[in-house]
Every structure is written in C-alpha cells, then in structure tokens.
C-alpha cells in the first residue's frame, strides 16, 4: 500500500475547477515529483492533501487513512508536512523560533532538541543566524529554514512547493542535493516543481499536470526522456 | 544664487540665507495665527503661568516665536552670530502674520465668521496698549523670542540640559497648578509653607516660577554630569536590568501617589488603570495574535452590565452577589460572549476583520440600548444602585480605595498576560499572526487558538466593565461607546504593540493627560490628536516596544542594506 494516494480528486476554488480528476500515489521512501507550468494546479494538489483545501470528489489517503473532513492542523500532527511556496517562514520571528514553531505539535523535548542539532549539521548557515530575524535572511537561506521548519516536525511525508522557485541557479542545484540528503536520511518526498528536468532527475517516479489533469506518469528518468516532456519543458 | 527660485514679484534679489529665515519665520507665524483664529491661543491665555507675567497663550507664541529663531539658527550655515541674529530675523517675521491678524481685527470685525477673533484677542495681541505701541511690541517680543531661541540652540549642551527642563517644569507647575496646590492643601505646616510661597491663587508667582525653574535647572546639570562622569568604558549597565527597575519604579509611584494625592488624581489613575486592564486585553488580541478587533468594547459592557445585574439593589437585580462573586461571574461570561464574538468572524482577517468586529460591537451596544431587552438591561435608562465593593465591614467607596482594586487587578491580569505571551499558546498566536496557512500546515489550531485570543482578551475587558459598574455604582448603554474600542487600540500602539510596558505608557499619556486637562474641554483631543501624529512620526515603534516589535523596525533597516548590498541575486532562470 502507498504512503500517499489521492484518488481522482476535484478541488474547486469557489465556480473554478482548479484539479479535474488526478490521481496519484506515493510510496514508502520515494521521492515523487509533480511537475507543470505555472497555473497548472500543483499548488492547489498540495494544499488538498495538507487540509487547506478540501476536494469536492474523489478521496485523498495518508497511509490507509482517508483524510476527509480532518482540520489542517489534524493532518499536519499525522506527520504530513509542507514546505510551502514561496519559503512563507515566520519573517517576525527568530530563525530559532520559526524552527521551534516546527515542532510545534510534538511533546518530546528532548528529541526536539537532537533534531534542532541535526538540522545545524544539514544546514550550517542557519546556525550561525539562530538569533536572526527570519524575514532578514537571503532567499536561499529562507529556503533552508523552511525545509528546516519542516523536518523539525518528524513528517512521515514532506511535501515540497516549488523550492527552487526564485533562486539563483548555483542555489537550485543545492536545493535539490538537499532534497536528495533528507530523502536518503529516510524521508518521503513529494516535490511539486516548474524546474522538470532537475526534479525529475532526482525523483523516483513523475507526474506531469496540464490544467488541472494528469496528462503523463512514468519514473522519473524515463520522463526526463520523454519525447512529449522534452518539447515542452526541455525546449 | 542660481538655482534659487526668487519670485518675481521681489525687485532685489534676496540673500538665500536670509530668505530662508523668513520662510521658516512664515511657516511658524502661520502656525501661530492658524492657533490663534481656532480660539486655542485666546482659551489658554485664560490661565496663568506666573500670574500678573505671563499666561498660557503668551507663553505659548513666544515658543513659537523661539522655535522659528532655533530653526532659522539651525538650518544656516554662517557664523554663530550671523546666526542668532537669523534668529531675531525669524522670530520677528513669525510675528508679523499675527500682527496683521491685529490689525485686521481692529479695523472689522470678523467675529461672524471666526468667533475667536473678539476684542479681548486683540487686547491680549497688543497688551492692552493699543494698536500702534501694541504691534510694535508684538512684533519685538516675536524678536526677542526668536533671539533666545536661537541663542538656545547655539549654546553649548551644558545650558540646554538646564533651561529646558527649568522651562518645561515651570510650564507643567503652572498648568497644573489647581492639582498641585490642592495636593499641597491636604497638609499643614512646611508643605503648606512651600505651597504659598510657589503659587499665588491662580498660578505661579514670579518669585515661585523662579525657584522652580532654578531648582529643575540645577537637578538636570545635576543628572547630566552624572552621566557624563560615568567612565566610557565601563561596562554599560545590563538593559533588562535598568528596564526592570524603570518599571519597578513606576509601579511604585502608582502605588503610592494616590494615597498621597486625593480623591480627584485617585479618579484619574482609576480610569487610566481601567485602561491598562482593557489594554492588555486587546493587546493579547492584536499585538500577539494579530486580529484587529474594534469591537472590543462589548465585553467592557459584558462585565459591567452582569456586575450591574447580579449586584444592583434595584429592581434590575437578578441576583444579590457581593460584589466578589459576581465580578468572576461577569469575568467568565466576558469570555464567553468573546468566544461567542469570534465564531461569526473566524474565517474573516485582516481590514475586513476590523470593520466585521466594529459591526458586532455596535450590536451589542444596540441590544444594550433597545426596549426590547430593556426589561432585563434597563434600556437607556440604565442600572442604577450598584453598590460599592466592601471588605468585611469596610466599603471601599472613595476613588483610592477602588484604584487599588483595579492596581491589583491589572498587576494579575499583567503577570497572566506575560505568561500567555511566553507561552506555546503566544508562540502559536505569533505564528498565525504572520501566517495563517503555514500556522495551521504546522499543526496550530486555527479555530481553538483564535476564539482563546478573543475569550482571553474579553476576560480583561470584562473585568474592567466590571469595576468600571461598581465604580460607578450604575450603567448605562451610552457609556460604551466605539471610542473606548478606538482609545484601546490608539493606547496600544502608542505604547508600542505587544509591549506591556507600553500598554501602561499608553494608558498614561492618551487617557491620564487628556483627563487631567480636563478644563481645556474639547482642546484636549487637540492635544490627543496631536500626541498620535507626532508619535507616528517620531517613534512608530511606540513609547517602549516589545523586543519582537524592536527587532522587527530594526531587522527593516538590516533589509533595506541587504538590498542594496551583497544579497545573491534572486533571478529565476527561465
Ligand atoms: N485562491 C484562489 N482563488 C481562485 N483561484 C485560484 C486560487 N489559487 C489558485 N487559483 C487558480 O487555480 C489554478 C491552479 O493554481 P495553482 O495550484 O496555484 O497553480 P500552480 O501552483 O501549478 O502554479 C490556477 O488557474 C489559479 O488561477
Ligand atoms: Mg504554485
């Protein structure tokens, strides 16, 4: 059984049908990519699966359990957790405590605080800025920290939206090395991109969505050599 | 010279010095006159500084008379006695304006369009002397004026540190002289002694205003050499520490003056202390969790109006509770109707909030008010008969009794507040505060923690309403007005948002000044009005701000110089 699959969802925002029917699985310690244009729906695929929006049809299931009628925050303590778009950290407060605010629904003091260590180790910048002001930190590093937010809540899967996004391009190639680094530590990725061909590169298996639909799927390599993806992402 | 506009109506080109201290002269005696038509200048010559010397409204065009010679003083670029004689320029300019306003007021009478443009203005203008002697002496006191003024801000550090305070300290003993002199009053002997010698009837006389100001004089050269002394490279002292200890001190100046002060300074720090109650409520709303709330007065009438309700020997009674059981009562249902308050709006931020909340808040206002629940609330008419509070066989009626109710109150209400803000509950407040979605994604609650935020708050507001009824001893609907929603609010962020220093500073300045300046009527909110912009100018962070707030303006800068240094470039390669 996969860890995540959504199964023919329709999410509308308001009159606009924003997803028309995707399905998608993601299994145990893979990486899976959804890659799209802009405007595509990728975004809206994440925020249905972390409970900010709720599909009108077809059911998402979070390892067996469907996930319907559960509150955003109920979700998030089942261990799914979001990376979102745009590296929304908390720009008032400190880095320290956007990495606390991560931990948020976790009890285990002590284990919080091994994991705030392990996350000085992946990230050494942030460490040097704990006291900082997140919203005075540099693109790159905001992104840091909001994937650093992100594991310091133990998540069972990690959703990521569009981390490379507005990055200079020595730095999306180290975002996607971290990417590769928390995946090997044992975390399930589901990474939502406009960059195919680096997510694609990295990603066990690959989605490609046009308009609100699942138009191609396939392991990620096999994509990448796809004639059909290379017109239209590769150039 | 080039590059100077001059207009074309000026013959001889003047030198753009000297053109700039006519300007700046210009500039204040519009102020001045602008003053003095509104009526502010004429109300405040009504009171004195030093009797038979000097009243409030002179004293007042003669500052703005000084402050044109500091600035045309400060803005030249030449010699320092060119510059104080820039001063005399500008301070005699700044007068012109109000001397035409003499003579036009001589030669028709305006007083159908501006009211305060009377006989008695013209006298003050000209002294009494009439016009000719009058505006001479007008336009050669604005001079003289403008002279000090520029002498002042010429003068080396030393003199300014002893003669604003001296000035300043004569201002506020002559202002405030009916308060003091009846604080004076209340003892005999040597205090009473100091008392007439300072003050004749109604106000300052010379010989007071002179003691005073060399006295202030003497302490602020006094605290300025200290300060000078302390070696440079001692270690500063510890910030938290020193803040600790201003606090402290101010706390216990509050608990100790109005035992010493009487009644009607009792009164004032009552309400102000009403103030700093509500304040700390809002504040939780606003300052940690975000959410502009305008209607935060209902749950000031909650808890005055259950008060009223359970405790009231009028037929309105519901129940006969001491006033010790029922303020809990009124506390507990302050935050159910704030959680109640919260539900319709939940899903509601920012701007939108803010007009939604100040609809629910006139409803409440609205049911108070209608005959329809008039039967159970007393309509317009009230509740009547609250009794005051008592301990054992002891009635705590006079105002100081009941301020040390509300002292204690605000200080568990203080020690609360500070605990909910150090905790996981203030830190999700933060959160949701700079970002609902990712908040929630997190594990927040968004739903518990935002109607906490609104059941929290109101328990402080009721709380206030509550001592507010027995303060009272009745209610009414037009009490509980939107304006005590929007001093709350103006209180916060003067004092600086999520600061709860600041929610006493706040509660000093906006709502304990403008009482004691009670007799200046509708003026005061000229006052009030004028403390806000000045405040947004000058310190928008507010009086003491949070370290949050602090680091916030502070980490602006810090962006603004990554921006246009060495930050990578954020392009996206497409
Ligand atoms: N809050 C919203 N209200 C209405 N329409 C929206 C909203 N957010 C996104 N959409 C629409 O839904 C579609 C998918 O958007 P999104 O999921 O953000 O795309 P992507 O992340 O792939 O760029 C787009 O057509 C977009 O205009
Ligand atoms: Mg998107």
């Known amino acids: ?235 | 010279m080039s590059g100077v506009h001059t207009p074309p109506g000026l013959a001889a080109p003047i030198h753009p010095i000297l053109r700039r201290a006519v300007l700046t002269g210009l500039a204040f005696g519009a102020g001045a006159v602008h003053l003095t038509v509104v009526g502010v200048v004429l109300m405040l010559h009504q009171r004195w500084i030093v009797v038979g010397t000097l009243s409030l409204g002179e004293a007042t065009l003669l500052a703005i008379a000084a402050g044109a010679g500091a600035m045309a003083a400060a803005n030249a670029g030449t010699a320092a006695g060119a510059r104080i004689m820039l001063g005399l320029l500008a301070g005699a300019v700044a007068a012109a304006p109000l001397a035409a306003l003499a003579v036009l007021i001589d030669l028709v009478s305006l007083r159908a369009i501006f009211i305060a443009l009377s006989p008695d203005l013209l006298a003050m203008l000209t002294l009494g002397l009439g016009p000719a002697t009058g505006i001479a002496l007008l336009i050669a006191g604005g001079a003289g004026a403008g002279l000090l003024g520029a002498a002042l801000q010429q003068s080396p550090r030393a003199v300014i540190r002893a003669v604003l305070p001296g000035a300043t300290a004569v201002v506020v003993a002559g202002v405030f002289q009916e308060l003091i002199q009846l604080m004076l009053q209340q003892y005999e002997g040597v205090v009473n002694d100091v008392r007439a010698f300072l003050y004749s009837w109604e106000g300052l006389n010379p010989a007071g205003a002179i003691t005073i100001f060399a006295v202030t004089a003497l302490l602020g050269e006094a605290v300025g050499l200290r300060r000078r002394r302390r070696p440079a490279h001692a270690p500063p002292r510890d910030p938290r520490r020193a803040r600790m200890m201003r606090a402290g001190i101010a706390l216990l100046v509050l608990a100790v003056l109005p035992a010493f002060a009487g009644s009607y300074i009792g009164q004032v720090l009552m309400l102000v202390g009403l103030y700093i109650l509500m304040g700390m409520g809002l504040n939780l709303e606003i300052g940690l969790a975000g959410l502009l709330d305008l209607g935060f007065v209902a749950f000031f009438a909650v808890g005055a109006y259950t008060t009223a309700l359970l405790t009231t020997e009028s037929a309105h009674a519901l129940l006969h509770l001491s006033y010790w059981l029922a303020m809990p009562v009124a506390v507990l249902l302050s935050i159910l109707v704030g959680v109640l308050f919260g539900l319709p709006v939940l899903g509601v931020r920012g701007d939108y909030l803010a007009v939604a909340t100040l609809g629910l808040g006139e409803i409440v206002r609205v049911i108070v008010q209608s005959d329809f629940a008039a039967p159970l609330l007393g309509g317009a008419q009230g509740i009547l008969e609250i009794p005051k509070p008592r301990i054992g066989p002891y009635v705590l009626g006079s105002p100081v009794a009941l301020f040390y109710v509300t002292l204690a109150a605000a200080g568990v209400a203080a020690f609360v507040a500070w605990r909910l803000e150090n905790s996981r509950l203030g830190r999700a407040w933060m959160a949701l505060r700079d970002d609902e979605d990712v908040a929630q994604a997190l594990g927040i609650n968004l739903i518990q923690c935002k109607l906490l935020a609104y059941g929290l708050g109101a328990a402080f507001a009721g709380l206030a309403g509550s001592i507010f009824a027995t303060m009272l001893t009745s209610v009414y609907p037009s009490s509980f007005q939107l304006l005590i929603s929007i001093n709350v609010l103006a209180l916060i962020i003067v004092g600086g948002m999520g600061s709860l220093p600041g929610v006493v500073l706040g509660a000093v300045a906006l709502i304990g000044l403008p009482e004691l300046l009670r007799e200046f009527g509708e003026y005061r909110y000229l006052f009030y009005g004028a403390v806000l912009i000045v405040m947004m100018r000058l310190r928008p962070e507010g009086l003491w701000p949070s370290d949050v707030r602090q680091r916030e303006l502070h980490a602006r800068d810090e962006t603004l110089a990554l921006d246009a240094g060495s930050d990578p470039l954020p392009v996206q390669p497409r």
Do not use: C, W
């Not at chain 1, 308001?14 to 802009?38: H, Y």
């Open chain 1, 1 to 235: 059984m996969a860890l995540l699959e959504i199964d023919a969802i329709h999410v509308f925002y308001d009159k606009i049908e924003a997803l028309k029917g995707i399905s998608l699985a993601v299994e145990q310690r893979q990486i899976v990519t959804l890659v799209g244009g802009n405007g595509a729906g990728k975004s809206t695929t994440l925020r249905a699966v972390s409970g900010l929006l709720h599909p009108r049809q077809g059911t998402i299931r979070f390892d067996g359990r469907d996930l319907a009628g559960l509150g955003a925050h109920d979700i998030a303590a089942t261990g799914l957790v979001q990376v979102p778009e745009g590296r929304r950290i908390f720009g008032r407060l400190t880095v320290a405590e956007n990495l606390e605010m991560g931990a948020f629904t976790r009890r285990d003091r002590h284990a919080v605080a091994e994991d705030r260590d392990r996350m000085m180790r992946l990230f050494p910048r942030l460490r040097e800025r704990l006291k900082q002001v997140a919203g005075t930190l540099s693109g790159g590093e905001q992104q840091m920290l909001a994937t650093a937010r992100a594991l310091m809540a133990r998540p069972r899967l990690l959703l990521m939206d569009e981390p490379s996004m507005g990055l200079a391009p020595m730095l999306v190639e180290q975002v996607f090395e971290t990417i590769r680094t928390i995946n090997a530590q044992g975390v399930t990725i589901l990474l939502v991109e406009q960059n195919a061909p680096a997510a694609l590169g990295i990603a066990d298996h690959g989605y490609v969505l046009e308009s609100g639909r699942i138009v191609l799927s396939g392991a990620g390599r096999e994509l990448l050599d796809d004639e059909r993806v290379r017109r239209a992402y590769l150039g």
